[in-house]
Every structure is written in structure tokens, then in C-alpha cells.
Nanobody, 124 residues
């Protein structure tokens, strides 16, 4: 059974940091590009970041560039998102998603697998 399980979300003050994790199982993690997509309350989904299968190439949405860092550990089948200098507008449910090629989109059918999401709330 394929599973993507996000963790690490929570409540943090503006300016704070969080590290999200996405543990993968049931498929060959190292063969897939991975992305983070978020959805804020009452808004549509927003693509956040992506990393290629080997981890050597990353890309970010302008809204998080310079503050967020995506990485992966293929030996541990785990994807990460280090989030620094968090802002209230970063509040959202964060999802990880797997695809055969790097995707810069929120279109669900273009990803092979999705996690269930983890809530990030940035508030004082």
C-alpha cells in the first residue's frame, strides 16, 4: 500500500520556524520527484516547492523563496520542508505529493500519490 504521511505541523508565532516531514512507503521513493502543495482556509491550492528524484534540483514559489528549503533523504524515504521566517499568510494545510517528473502545478491528476496533509498555523 502506497503511503505518504506528513508530520511536523503545528502552531508557531510569526517569524518562527517549522520543519515538515513526509514519510513515504509502498513505492520506490528515490524514483519520484516530490512536491509540497498547500491550501489555506477558503482558498485554492498553491504549489510551494519541488525537488527532483535525486535531490540535486529544487524549485520554489516566489511566495516562499528564500524562506523555505525543500530536501529529501532517499535512504530514509523521507521528504522535508524547512520553513523559516514564517508569516501568517503561510497558514495552510501542507501536502506532499509524488510524481514521475518534477511538477510545478496543483493539478491533482498530474501527481501519482498524495499525503493526507499537516496543518501549519502561524499566529501570535
Amino acid at each position: 500500500e502506497v503511503q505518504l504521511v506528513e508530520s511536523g505541523g503545528g502552531l508557531v508565532q510569526p517569524g518562527g520556524s517549522l520543519r515538515l516531514s513526509c514519510a513515504a512507503s509502498g513505492f520506490t521513493f528515490a524514483s519520484y520527484a516530490m512536491s509540497w502543495v498547500r491550501q489555506a482556509p477558503g482558498k485554492g491550492p498553491e504549489w510551494v516547492s519541488a525537488i527532483n528524484s535525486g535531490g540535486g534540483s529544487t524549485t520554489y514559489a516566489d511566495s516562499v523563496k528564500g524562506r523555505f528549503t525543500i530536501s529529501r533523504d532517499n535512504a530514509k524515504n523521507t521528504l522535508y520542508l524547512q520553513m523559516n521566517s514564517l508569516k501568517p499568510e503561510d497558514t495552510a494545510v501542507y501536502y506532499c505529493a509524488a510524481s514521475r517528473v518534477v511538477r510545478v502545478t496543483t493539478t491533482p491528476r498530474l501527481y501519482d500519490y498524495w499525503g493526507q496533509g499537516t496543518q501549519v498555523t502561524v499566529s501570535s
